[in-house]
Each structure stands twice: as structure tokens, then as C-alpha cells.
Nanobody, 123 residues
Framework: QVQLEESGGGLVQPGGSLRLSCQVS?????IGWFRQTPGNVREEVAC????????AYGNPAKGRFTVSRENVKNLVYLQMNSLKPEDTGVYYC???????????????????WGQGTQVIVSS
């Protein structure tokens, strides 16, 4: 069973940046980033396959967030720039797909979840 642990959340001012990290126990697992903002359902932010050859972004991420990974460290990152108050929420990483690949980047495709890290965007 894959273990996942998120870190890097915190309080940031609007327009600021944060980099979230997801420590995974296997280096070639396809990983998705998801978030749950107050009053909303959980939604997909970004997914990356095991070799970084297939990346997909959800609507919240387009143009502002970048997903990447360092397999030698078993880390998957979510670089978030130009943060807005509506980005406030709990961010989760999860395994997606099978055998290091994923089809659709969606909450429905997520299987094993981390515990989440809180992001607060506020002045």
C-alpha cells in the first residue's frame, strides 16, 4: 500500500506563492493533487504520471500552478503562484490510475489519499 504525506501548506497573502510537497513511498506512482475549499466539493487540481510525461491540470490550476516530481526523492510538488483567497482550502495528494499512468485526472480516479495540508490565502 502506498503511503502519502503532504506538507508545505500555510498562510500566505493574496498574490503570494506556496510549494506543496507530497512524499510518496514509491517513486513511479501517478499522483494527483486535489483540494477541498470551504462549502465546495473536492476537486482536481493537477495530476502527473510516474515519469512526468503526462500532466493534466484542473480548472483551478491553469496558468497559475505547476505540478512536478523528483523520483529520486519520492517527492511530488505543487507550485502555486498568484494565489487568491478562493484557493483557501485543504490540499490532498492521492494515487491515481494504475502502473504509473492515469487516464482522467479526477477525484473519481483517486485511490489512496494523504491526510491533507491546509492552505490559507488571506491578508
Amino acid at each position: 500500500q502506498v503511503q502519502l504525506e503532504e506538507s508545505g501548506g500555510g498562510l500566505v497573502q493574496p498574490g503570494g506563492s506556496l510549494r506543496l510537497s507530497c512524499q510518496v513511498s514509491f517513486d513511479d506512482t501517478a499522483i494527483g493533487w486535489f483540494r477541498q475549499t470551504p462549502g465546495n466539493v473536492r476537486e482536481e487540481v493537477a495530476c502527473i504520471d510516474g515519469t512526468s510525461s503526462h500532466i493534466a491540470y484542473g480548472n483551478p490550476a491553469k496558468g497559475r500552478f505547476t505540478v512536478s516530481r523528483e523520483n529520486v526523492k519520492n517527492l511530488v510538488y505543487l507550485q502555486m503562484n498568484s494565489l487568491k483567497p478562493e484557493d483557501t482550502g485543504v490540499y490532498y495528494c492521492a494515487t491515481v490510475g494504475r502502473s504509473g499512468r492515469f487516464g482522467l485526472c479526477s477525484v473519481a480516479a483517486a485511490r489512496q489519499w494523504g491526510q491533507g495540508t491546509q492552505v490559507i490565502v488571506s491578508s
